[in-house]
T-cell receptor, first 114, second 111 residues
Framework: DAGITQSPRYKITETGRQVTLMCHQT?????MFWYRQDLGHGLRLIYY???????DKGEVPDGYVVSRSKTENFPLTLESATRSQTSVYFC?????????????FGPGTRLLVL | SQQGEEDPQALSIQEGENATMNCSYK?????LQWYRQNSGRGLVHLIL?????REKHSGRLRVTLDTSKKSSSLLITASRAADTASYFC???????????FGKGTRLSVIA
């Protein structure tokens, strides 16, 4: 019962580098989400996906790219990392029939951009 | 934005006491959810209350919803040290918008 996993759990990178955060879920949930969590801002949606090859922007998509070639994976790429992207990133998934009901969260990736 | 706003931002109580936190929102909703986040972990779904429900219970949790005031409250009875966490409300607005999370209430339960 693996659930939803994220890798890496911790990442330090430098400004301008490309970074990819991975998210994998074993439930075959249709919907997957990426959030960032910052002090004072709570949880903000970056991108979400309704199914393979279907993605949509959330509240704060600038500077991020997502793809979803397989239902179980939803990687998030920072094309050219900036210090303002230092944050904790959470991936989540939900059942397609209940996409706005329970969301299941991964453990998070702590990203530090120097 | 129809983001939920939790109140208070932080709450500190003694073990055995009840903890109440509130969430206010701006637009009509289909449902409202509460999540818990332990330090350094992901969020965990606690309870969902639909717009046509006024109260819901789950173990030591009691959630109320007042759609006329656009507010919800989460009550944790007989709190334990293990309840120490941040609690978030999430609102499901009508239409095709995703869930929107509030900024959370940090609860500290002192043994």
């Amino acid at each position: 019962d693996a659930g939803i996993t994220q890798s890496p759990r911790y990442k330090i990178t430098e400004t301008g580098r490309q970074v990819t955060l991975m998210c994998h879920q074993t439930w075959s949930h249709s919907y997957m989400f990426w959030y960032r969590q910052d002090l004072g801002h709570g949880l903000r949606l970056i991108y979400y996906s309704a199914a393979a090859d279907i993605t949509d922007k959330g509240e704060v998509p600038d500077g991020y790219v997502v793809s979803r070639s397989k239902t179980e994976n939803f990687p998030l790429t920072l094309e050219s990392a900036t210090r303002s992207q230092t944050s904790v990133y959470f991936c989540a998934s939900s059942d397609g029939n209940r996409r706005k009901e329970t969301q299941y969260f991964g453990p998070g990736t702590r990203l530090l951009v120097l | 934005s129809q983001q939920g706003e939790e109140d208070p931002q932080a709450l500190s109580i003694q073990e055995g006491e009840n903890a109440t936190m509130n969430c206010s929102y701006k637009t009509s909703i289909n449902n409202l959810q509460w999540y818990r986040q332990n330090s350094g972990r992901g969020l965990v779904h606690l309870i969902l209350i639909r717009s046509n429900e006024r109260e819901k219970h789950s173990g030591r949790l009691r959630v109320t919803l007042d759609t006329s005031k656009k507010s919800s409250s989460l009550l944790i009875t007989a709190s334990r040290a293990a309840d120490t966490a941040s609690y978030f409300c999430a609102t499901d607005a009508r239409g095709n918008t995703p869930l929107v999370f509030g900024k959370g209430t940090r609860l500290s339960v002192i043994a």
